[in-house]
């Protein structure tokens, strides 16, 4: 049967289905978006990126990103596995300066995470289907702001006892997140070293008090070895 062919009761239903799923959806909606691989790159929101742009695909994508919304979606590409992350974080293009050999310096804003449903197509570049994520609602707000409190104060230690160790004064940035789960997506942008895993593992998280919680079990970590290391440095340093 063809949809000319269905009954007049079955048609009547199909334009409220759709406004129904669209209004439930909210910013979960679907959309196209023209994704950019990046090695061991994972990208937070409300974080700034530059970026490079030379190859000649994606050139094009920065062409049509620049003639529609500006945006296109930033995802790890794990080298050693040789795949793609599943969730990845919309940028927006803030600056941008092509020069006379069509290459460009971009600067981007993290926005939104988003999910990769379905690679679209391989080329010139990826284009896939992705749907918006958020991080749940918050059943127990005076806990996720006491939690927000001790991660802000493993932080400030771990900042502290590194400048101790280097031997010059070190403190927090003034412009240090104090919601939580801002808090959390600068943290998990700010990590150091080589932890692109752990970064795509905090960035998937949909649940801020648990993303906070590991968070927070990797700065006590890192104080307590950074707290050794200075009693060690006092014992050994001549008064």
Not at 92 to 120: A, K, P, Y
Not at 213 to 222: A, F, G, S, V
Request: charged share 25%; proline share 7%; net charge negative.
């Amino acid at each position: 049967m063809s949809s000319s062919d269905q009954p007049s009761e079955q048609r009547a239903w199909l334009p409220s289905i759709h406004a129904l799923i669209s209004d439930s959806m909210g910013e979960l909606a679907v959309r196209e978006l023209p994704l950019f691989p990046l090695p061991d790159l994972v990208l937070f929101p409300q974080e700034v990126l530059p970026l490079h742009i030379f190859e000649p695909r994606y050139r094009m994508m920065l062409r049509t990103a620049l003639a529609e919304d500006k945006r296109f979606g930033v995802v790890r590409w794990d080298p050693d596995s040789q795949t793609l992350a599943n969730v990845g974080c919309c940028a927006e293009i803030i600056q941008c300066r092509t020069q006379d050999d069509d290459r460009s310096n971009v600067v981007t804003l993290g926005q939104q995470r988003f999910r990769v449903l379905e690679i679209l197509r391989e080329s010139p570049y990826r284009l896939a289907l992705v749907s918006w994520i958020e991080d749940d609602r918050v059943d127990s707000p005076d806990e996720l702001i006491s939690l927000a409190a001790d991660v802000t104060q493993a932080l400030r230690d771990v900042v502290e006892l590194t400048g101790k160790l280097l031997g010059k004064a070190a403190t927090l940035p003034s412009d240090l997140p104090d919601l939580p789960r801002e808090l959390s997506f600068w943290i998990g942008a700010h990590l150091a070293g080589p932890v692109a895993d752990q970064q795509q593992a905090l960035l998937e998280i949909t649940d801020t008090s648990k993303r906070l919680r590991e968070e927070y079990q990797l700065l006590d970590h890192t104080r307590r070895q950074l707290a050794a290391r200075t009693v060690l440095k006092d014992t050994l340093t001549p008064s």
